[in-house]
């Protein structure tokens, strides 16, 4: 009889907004080459077989969103029973595994794809919710019986914020990334869809607007972008209504100074990510905290060189002077990241950005060069043999 795993987790297809979620999906299908796996999500009922979704219960006006996640944990951990083993992925599910675990008698897999302490600008979201989120994530750490790390650099930050982990139970398995749906495409719909011009250079910027991401950083570097350049901004979700006035403002205040500014506002689909990708001169990646950035494998996957943060686990994917440039930055140590200089932070990164605009070819060397390290280093089937290893460990099997 095969191990079952019952995977937790808040985003699954079709409702992902984050790396978080693209994780998940891309490693469950990779896992079920190993173990009986099932999927226990949030939102609407999904027609996978083994998936179930679970809805955050109704709770009386006004009550803190953190205490409906915590619903949903209770539900998800009643139907873990008869699972071997339970893997949750993000705050938002870890309580449902370490209440699985203590009621089941099962081992807890956590993997951290970030840590709450790291991301106080959280507090903005979720008010006293991140109390609540800091308090979870904390309990699920210490008690599991092992944790997953998507990067070293991850592995260190849980270790120091964390110093009751036991350092032995804590594993290194990167992300992963698929070639196939990751792939250059040289179509040009998106292109004409969203008025990007493909005969100028682009500078291409995809992730949700959120401190962490460093989009603000970004556009005050931009004024400083060869005027050549295009700045498409492929904007996710905000967090919060203040940085999104934030960078609205920001956005208004560079087009007046510079032409080539294209905002897309929500998640693209598939096909557009791609081709944006494909036709991009460089991919930028402003990050102040990033464990790792399944957003740069994307990018490399498309044949893309990548301008990217040397901070978290960045280092580990983008290789510096060969699929991009590293733009080093010294930050603050309160757990916001906030960079010490700010105006050499932009000036750096528009400097580095501008290296590669001027010089094409440099630009598509290190693109093939992207490729060929993402396909090389980061399968999702090795990932999964890893998570499996762990399993195995844990299972004595």
């Known amino acids: 009889m095969r191990t079952r795993v019952d995977l937790l987790t808040k985003e699954y297809p079709p409702e992902v907004y984050g790396g978080a979620g693209v994780h998940v999906a891309e490693l469950a299908k990779a896992l079920r080459d190993f173990v009986d796996l099932r999927v226990r999500c949030f939102g609407a009922p999904r027609g996978e077989e083994g998936v179930s979704a679970y809805r955050e219960p109704y709770l009386a006006e006004g009550a803190n969103t953190a205490l409906r996640t915590l619903g949903a944990n209770v ?36 993997t951290t794809h970030s840590l709450e302490p790291l991301r106080p600008w959280k507090a903005e979201q979720l008010g006293g919710g991140y109390a609540l989120s800091s308090w979870v994530e904390r309990t699920a750490l210490e008690h599991a019986d ?34 196939a749906a990751h792939r250059p495409d040289h179509g040009t719909a998106a292109l004409e869809r969203y008025g990007v011009d493909p005969g100028r250079p682009i500078v291409l ?17 931009a004024f400083e972008l060869d005027p050549e350049a295009q700045l498409v901004l492929c904007c996710g979700r905000p967090d919060t209504y203040e940085i999104a006035v934030e960078t609205a403002a920001l956005t208004d205040e560079l087009s007046v100074s510079r032409d080539g500014v294209v905002r897309v506002d929500g998640m693209l689909d598939p096909v ?46 983008v290789a510096d002077g060969e699929t991009g440039l590293l733009v080093p930055v010294e930050q603050e140590q309160d757990g916001t990241g906030t960079p010490l200089d700010p105006k050499r932070f932009a000036s750096d990164l528009a400097a580095a950005v501008n290296r590669l605009v001027a010089d094409p070819g440099l630009a598509r060397t290190m693109g093939a060069a992207g490729r060929a390290r993402a396909r090389e280093r980061f399968g999702w089937d090795l990932a999964a043999r890893r998570v499996h290893d762990v399993y195995q460990g844990l299972l004595g099997s």
């Not at 083993?85 to 009621?103: D, E």
């Not at 992730?207 to 970004?218: D, I, P």
């Open 75 to 110: 539900e998800m951990a009643a139907g873990c029973a008869g699972a071997d083993l339970v893997h949750s992925h993000t705050w938002y599910a870890n309580a449902a595994g370490h209440l699985a675990a203590t009621l089941h008698g099962v081992p807890h897999v956590v």
């Open 205 to 221: 910027f995809v992730g949700r607007v959120t401190r962490q991401k460093g989009l603000s950083h970004l556009l005050r570097a």
């Open 272 to 317: 557009s990510l791609r081709q944006l990708l494909t036709h991009a001169t460089v991919f930028v990646c402003p990050s102040l905290y990033e464990p790792m950035g399944i957003v740069n494998l994307e990018a490399m996957a498309c044949g893309t060189a990548v301008v990217a943060t040397a901070t978290g686990g960045i280092p580990e994917v």
């Open 146 to 179: 092992a944790v997953i790390a998507v990067s070293h650099a991850m592995r260190e930050d849980v270790l120091r914020v964390y110093p009751d982990v036991d350092p032995d139970r804590v594993h290194v398995v990167h992300n992963g990334i698929d070639m």
